[in-house]
């Protein structure tokens, strides 16, 4: 009998995740039926996403939703033999049973050198978030200024990376001078500490007196408010998340926006990635050959212990991590 251990969410997240909102239970797996598997989870992901979505989706009690790279460890199912790797949405668990549906298999062309944990981050649903995000809502062209926030992070560095690929001037805004550095040596034009300086609206003229052709948003709030502010008429904004609101149970009020987007004359879209699902495997297979060549670097904030994944998932959304936040079991 494999016993299963699984982190559980007590309560309903009252602003920042605390630890006593978590609980971790154990449970013993029954025999395996024919078709199906057991998968032992390898690397875990933590994601701001589960932070705004275990409103809509979860109930107190329920299991922590995500995803993992996991390892087949007994199979009845001819198509999943033990030893392969897939990627699945089976929450914070260590080992599951599954009958192979919804199971991603790494995109083809995996080497062995390269981590597995990559699935989850830059050539998993982060890279894809930043690959689709980028290209079909900003439609960066060559010498466009592209300005991303959370520039550090798991999607905002594959975003520089991906805007520098296609010729364009980036600047990056990330919450330490480490990540600051860090944009820097991944070839962002510009970046700078969004906490230490003395004014957003000076650090974005700074960075781009001529204003910005394209805005990848990840943060809302006060930065949207001063970035807004800085586009070039007929900018794009592809809106992809706004972190320093999730917390947040009444948005808080902000100024109105449409003058900006009438007198610029701007186009502003959100997106959830999923949109592209059946684009994901060309997307998987660019970003594969990108981290290949070495085009897009790649970085992981590695939390070690499944019995520390509430940490880690807290210290991500407090701004620990440098690149994709993972959990190593
Ligand atoms: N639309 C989609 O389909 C989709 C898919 C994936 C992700 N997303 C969104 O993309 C964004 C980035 O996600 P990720 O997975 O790449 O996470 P990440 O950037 O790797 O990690 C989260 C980062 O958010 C920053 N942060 C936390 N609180 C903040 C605040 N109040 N103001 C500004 N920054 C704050 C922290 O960096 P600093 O140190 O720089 O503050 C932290 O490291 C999130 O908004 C997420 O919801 C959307």
Redesign the pocket.
């Known amino acids: 009998m494999v016993v299963a251990k699984s982190w559980t969410m007590v309560k309903h997240f009252d602003g920042a995740p605390k630890p006593e909102d978590f609980k971790l239970v154990e449970n013993e797996l029954p025999a395996l039926k024919d078709g199906e598997l057991l998968l032992e989870s390898v690397f875990l992901s933590v994601?701001?996403?589960m932070r705004p979505y275990s409103r809509r989706m979860m109930k107190e009690g329920d299991v922590m939703i995500g995803s993992q790279v996991a390892r087949v460890t007994e199979s009845k199912n001819r198509e999943f033999p033990v030893g392969g790797y897939y990627v699945a949405q089976a929450g914070w668990r260590t080992h599951f049973i599954s009958d192979g549906k919804g199971l991603q298999a790494l995109p083809s062309g995996w080497p062995e050198s390269l981590p597995k944990s990559l699935a989850l981050g830059a050539v998993g649903?982060?890279g894809l978030?930043a690959y689709f995000?980028l290209l079909e809502i900003c439609s960066p062209k060559e010498r466009d200024v592209v300005l991303v926030?959370?520039a550090?992070?798991?999607?905002?560095s594959v975003v520089g990376q991906i805007a520098k690929i296609k010729g364009c001037k980036v600047v990056g805004s990330?919450?330490?001078d480490d990540?600051v550095a860090y944009l820097k040596e991944i070839g962002f034009d510009e970046a700078f500490n969004y906490k230490t300086v003395s004014s957003l609206d000076e650090a974005l003229k700074k960075a781009s007196p001529e204003g910005y052709d394209c805005y990848f948003e990840?943060?809302g709030g006060k930065?949207a408010d001063a970035a807004l502010q800085q586009m070039k008429d007929f900018g794009r904004i592809s809106v992809?998340?706004?972190?320093?609101m999730y917390n947040d149970a009444v948005p808080p009020p902000g100024p109105y926006i449409q003058p900006y987007i009438l007198f610029k004359q701007l186009r502003m879209e959100g997106?959830?990635?999923s949109r592209w699902k059946n684009r994901f495997e060309e997307g998987g297979k660019q970003l594969l050959q990108w981290v290949l060549e070495g085009k897009v670097k790649y970085h992981e904030h590695v939390t070690n212990g499944f019995e520390n994944m509430p940490a880690g998932f807290m210290g991500?959304?407090?701004?620990e991590?440098i690149g994709?936040?993972i959990i190593k079991v």
């Open positions: 994601d701001p996403y649903m982060p978030t995000g926030n959370c550090a992070g798991a999607v905002g990330a919450g330490s990540k990840n943060v930065f992809c998340g706004a972190i320093s997106f959830i990635v991500m959304l407090k701004g991590n994709k936040a």
